[in-house]
């Protein structure tokens, strides 16, 4: 099932990781976004929000963060596939563009307040 | 090559003599410990002459500087970070008659009979009256941060101006790339907000 979102309104990804390392970590995360039909790839930094978000973990702890990307005011009617990167690691972290996570539908017109719905839970091969 | 215990031997540590002249840094085949194939090594000799259980290695702990555990009995195959040293805290009983003030050395290297072993500084003990024990630690160099991740490592514990019989124990750790090292995903939720409030 689709996340439904409005052009213009902000997608926000929390994401829970675990540092399963024996030194405290900062690691830095982004939500990525493309349009299946333009094949357009859109990060953070191109909508006016941070690139890459830090997060620091002590070694054997977890914790959450939210990653932010917003879409575009032209993208209405749009399917959009997201993933999360690491900074410094090639590819997508949790899944690749289009892999099992729902899709994001963009729908006609402009976004409402907020949509708040969870709609996905993903585990990691890490 | 024969085993044989040493002299009040510490739990969990096998000696292996050489038949003599051993050389330090010479790598010996080594042994298999518990049933955990061979991989990385500590290394004990003795003075030539003396007996070995003059000095007896009660245990050792691999950590990081900032004195987290990365090595200790019962783990294996653990992750490291490139770009920081290990340092090795070895507990050791002097067994002697005698005084003792021995220096250790921490080597480590590529897994692999071909790679050079890199030797850490000398740590040196103050002296140690018979009977005593004490802790000293040593530092092995830098481990490169240009090993690839998987890459896994083999290290050497020195008591330094030895040779003769040989202490071995073993274990293997493999080098992880900071990247993507000790990232572990728990879930990921996505969801739409109409104004950004991070």
């Known amino acids: 099932m689709p996340l439904e979102v409005y052009a213009g309104e902000y997608v926000v990804a929390t994401l829970a990781w675990r540092n399963t390392g024996p030194v405290s970590l900062v690691k830095e995360f982004q939500v990525s976004l493309k349009n299946r039909g333009r094949n357009t790839i859109l990060e953070p930094q191109e909508q006016g929000l941070p690139d890459w978000t830090p997060s620091t973990c002590p070694p054997g702890g977890a914790t959450t963060i939210e990653l932010w990307n917003r879409i575009p005011g032209d993208w209405a009617n749009a399917d959009v596939d997201w993933r999360i990167v690491l900074r410094g690691k090639e590819g997508a972290l949790v899944q690749d563009w289009g892999a099992a996570q729902a899709p994001i539908r963009v729908g006609e017109g402009t976004g409402l307040a907020t949509v708040g719905i969870p709609i996905l839970t993903v585990v990691s091969d890490g | ?198």
């Not at chain 2, 030539?48 to 702990?61: M, Q, S, Y």
Request: cysteine-free; overall charge negative.
């Open chain 2, 1 to 198: 090559m024969t085993q044989q215990p040493m002299n009040q031997p510490p739990e969990r540590v096998i000696i292996v003599q050489t038949g003599g002249g051993g050389i330090m840094g010479q790598l010996l085949p080594l042994v298999v410990v518990g049933g955990v194939a061979a991989g990385a090594v500590w290394y004990f000799t003795r003075r030539k002459g003396t007996n070995p259980a003059d000095i007896r290695l009660d245990e050792v702990v691999v950590r990081t500087p900032e004195g987290l555990p990365i090595w200790e009995e019962g783990m294996t195959d653990v992750p490291i970070l490139g770009g920081v040293p290990l340092i090795a805290d070895i507990a050791w009983t002097n067994m002697g008659a005698k005084a003792v003030a021995p220096q250790f050395q921490f080597a480590l290297r590529r897994t692999g009979a071909t790679a050079t072993w890199q030797e850490g500084p000398k740590a040196s003990s103050p002296s140690v009256a018979p009977g005593v024990s004490v802790v000293t630690s040593a530092t092995s160099i830098t481990v490169p941060k240009s090993w690839p991740n998987t890459t896994t490592i083999d290290l050497k514990l020195m008591l330094i101006g030895l040779e003769g019989a040989w202490w071995l124990r073993e274990d293997v750790l493999t080098i992880a790339s900071e990247a993507e090292a000790f990232v572990e995903v728990l879930g990921v939720e996505i969801r739409a907000e109409g104004s950004y409030a991070p």
